[in-house]
């Protein structure tokens, strides 16, 4: 009996012993996952590029858009990249311009694919924000594993700058924006209004903000995950990997990565749309209401009881609940835009 016990516990211990040695290698290392995943992703070709994946086009859309693409706006980084999108050929008319950065985890997602993580692609969106009167400005990043935190907010302030300077050319009002991301481009809006606002995180991330707060007239965070502490595992590989290519970030790369504890009255009107990460936005909403900061949260399990997908609102063409958030959501902007 003791022999057939040793049998049996031998491989078992073995298969312990080997499961531990994954968990540390991984959470310790989580680009050895997350790195599966992007080969399987971009096979051959590289997640970051200093040249555009398409060839530049400027010219209409099937659905009437006009589209301007793969305008370089930086050479610092790779994927400094963005396209704009106008409702039609009528560049002379005065438009709110609203910017958006995709999702995707930090280590996949584009302007032209979207968010992988989300539920329907975010180019169809894009395609309705559009429609309802906007300019919309599409930017892409860096990934990792070749840069991390806080790059690609860096590159979101170059693309600000960009479009700032080049305003007069690409026809587009830079004193009426929108900053709006979904998922991992949410993470890093709702890190921007924290810039914008407070001058000691703007500090603290030795970004100065290349566009004024007064001409931000709001913000769309798309089911950010902001809290570090209450992650999933699977979430701490990913924003880990993002910050420190480990899960076991210090309390100084916590308190950088976390906008919240940096809200202030000064923060910018913003719209909140909580699913997979509806705490967080729970969690932004009242920091944003004990600040006096005007803000709407959409929180659908709280509001009508039903569990949504991550990144819900880009499935508007298919769901109901969807199609509501977008049009609450885009009430929210006209009331801020057309004051």
């Not at 400005?137 to 700058?161: E, G, R, S």
């Not at 590989?237 to 790369?253: D, Q, R």
């Not at 909580?274 to 659908?300: C, F, H, I, W």
Request: proline share 6%; hydrophobic share 40%; net charge negative.
């Amino acid at each position: 009996m003791k022999k057939f016990k040793k049998i049996i516990l031998w491989p078992l211990g073995i298969v312990a012993s080997l499961g531990i040695i994954a968990y540390v290698s991984v959470t310790n290392h989580p680009q050895l996952m997350v790195g599966v995943i992007q080969s399987f992703m971009y096979k051959e070709s590289s997640p970051n590029s200093y040249s555009p994946l398409y060839d530049p086009i400027d010219g209409l859309k099937e659905n009437g858009q006009y589209l301007k693409s793969e305008i370089a706006y930086s050479k610092d980084y790779p994927n400094s990249f963005l396209d704009i999108i106008y409702p039609d050929q009528n560049f002379e008319a005065d438009r709110p311009t609203l910017f958006y950065f995709h999702g995707g985890g930090f280590f996949g997602g584009s302007k032209n694919m979207g968010d992988p993580l989300a539920a329907s692609q975010a180019t169809y969106l894009i395609d309705d924000i559009v429609s309802k009167g906007y300019n919309v400005v599409n930017v892409d990043y860096a990934l990792v594993p070749d840069h991390h935190f806080p790059t690609p907010v860096i590159q979101m302030n170059q693309a600000l700058a960009y479009i700032k300077e080049h305003a007069e050319e690409y026809h587009l009002n830079m004193d009426n924006v929108v900053l709006m991301g979904s998922s991992a481009g949410a993470i890093m809006v709702a890190q921007y209004g924290s810039l914008l606002a407070n001058n000691d995180y703007a500090q603290l991330l030795n970004i100065e903000p290349s566009i004024a707060k007064e001409h931000v007239k709001a913000l769309v965070i798309d089911d950010a995950p902001l809290d570090y502490a209450k992650f999933s595992l699977s979430t701490k590989l990913l924003v880990g990997n993002y910050v420190s290519e480990t899960i076991y970030l210090s309390e100084e790369e916590i308190n950088a990565y976390n906008p919240i504890s940096h809200v202030n009255k000064d923060y910018p009107a913003s719209f909140l749309l909580g699913s997979e990460y509806r705490t967080d936005m729970v969690s932004l909403n009242k920091a944003l209401k004990q600040a006096g900061v005007e803000n709407e949260l959409v929180d659908p399990l709280a509001e009508e009881g039903l569990e949504k997908p991550h990144g819900f609102v880009a499935n508007l063409r298919n769901d109901p609940v969807s199609a509501k958030a977008f049009e609450r959501m885009m009430t929210f902007l006209e009331e801020r835009t057309s004051e």
